[in-house]
């Protein structure tokens, strides 16, 4: 798995999708990570969840079942999208 290092951060590449996540961050394989997407912090994402686009997740986010956050949103703090939520 290969490894990139941003600001003192490993981040490695989702292998569904290509997104790079941290490695204080925790995500599900069967997730989708975009190629241009960054998952951090102790961010977790999980189920169905997609994270896409340019999008970026970190902080205490959590992202699960069938939620989406796309295109260049930026999701941190304590926020959580759960269910069929878009965040476009």
Not at 24 to 30: D, E, L, M, R, Y
Request: no cysteine; aromatic share 4%; glycine share 12%.
């Amino acid at each position: 798995m290969k490894k990139t290092v941003i600001d003192g951060v490993n981040y490695y590449t989702h292998s569904n999708g290509g997104g790079l996540v941290a490695e204080t961050a925790i995500v599900s394989k069967n997730v989708y990570i975009g190629l241009n997407a960054k998952v951090s912090g102790n961010a977790k994402v999980s189920d169905h969840a997609k994270v896409s686009g340019h999008a970026k997740v970190w902080g205490h986010v959590i992202v699960s079942d069938h939620a989406k956050v796309s295109g260049h949103t930026i999701v941190s703090g304590h926020t959580r999208v759960s269910g069929h939520e878009k965040i476009l």
